[in-house]
């Protein structure tokens, strides 16, 4: 299996209150994503990283900022969380040309 | 932008019978690649195949095989000899290159003993 590890794996949160989802690879790949996957949407991309500090937006962005200041790492953060971000999010790593390996995903509730 | 359609949000199948999944995407380019996924009730996402757009054979592994239709933008999954195991969701999914993966919207596969 892929290196790819997802933390915390749930989280309930309160409506207002910043988040942060982190993902963290051991594979050394230079592409990385976020996703979340709500019931009849399949996975929609929220943003992803072509390399340390290089970001961009997926259709989903709105309410969500990134980081990546190493290569291991690729933060998601929600500002102030609302009850439309409770969903199931998975970061995941590739390289060029290939498929992507998922992390095994967070479930977040905001109440 | 490239879209994946997966027109048939559940199917369901016997046992040891073979069951077709549908999708279809859109895309201007030449050069890419499709996937299909499975996520079981565990909710990992599983690679299940691959298929280069530059290759004409048709991507095999074992059990399950696709129909790629370059022309119609078709890419189906052939399931054969249907496992109780093999109940999941699947998702179809393309990328080019570099780029963003680009998901259908599921179909839940339901296997009947």
């Known amino acids: 299996d892929a290196g790819i590890t997802q933390s915390p794996r749930h989280k309930v949160t309160e409506t207002g209150t910043p988040v942060t989802l982190r993902c963290h690879q051991t594979e050394n790949h230079r592409y990385m994503y976020w996703y979340r996957q709500d019931p009849g949407h399949g996975l929609r991309l929220i943003h992803y990283?072509?390399?340390?500090?290089?970001?961009d937006k997926g259709e989903v962005s709105d309410g969500y900022s990134v980081s990546r200041s190493k290569t291991e790492d690729f933060l998601l953060t929600l500002e102030s969380a609302t009850s439309s971000q409770t969903s199931v999010y998975f970061c995941?790593?590739?390289?060029?040309?290939?498929?992507?390996?998922f992390g095994q995903g967070t479930r977040l509730t905001v109440v | 932008a490239q879209t994946v359609t997966q027109s048939q949000p559940e199917m369901s199948v016997q046992e040891a019978e073979t069951v077709t999944l549908s999708c279809t995407y859109d895309t201007s380019e030449s050069d890419y690649y499709l996937f299909w996924y499975k996520q079981p009730p565990s909710r990992q996402m599983i690679l299940v195949i691959r298929q280069e757009a530059y290759k004409q054979q048709n991507a095999t592994e074992n059990r399950f095989s696709v129909n790629f239709q370059k022309a119609a933008k078709s890419f189906s999954l052939k399931i054969s000899d249907s496992q109780l195991g093999d109940a999941a969701m699947y998702f179809c999914a393309y990328k080019r290159g570099a780029q963003k993966l680009v998901f259908g919207q599921g179909t839940r596969l339901t296997i009947n003993p």
């Open positions: 995941a790593i590739s390289w060029m040309g290939a498929e992507a390996f």
């Open positions: 990283s072509y390399g340390v500090k290089d970001t």
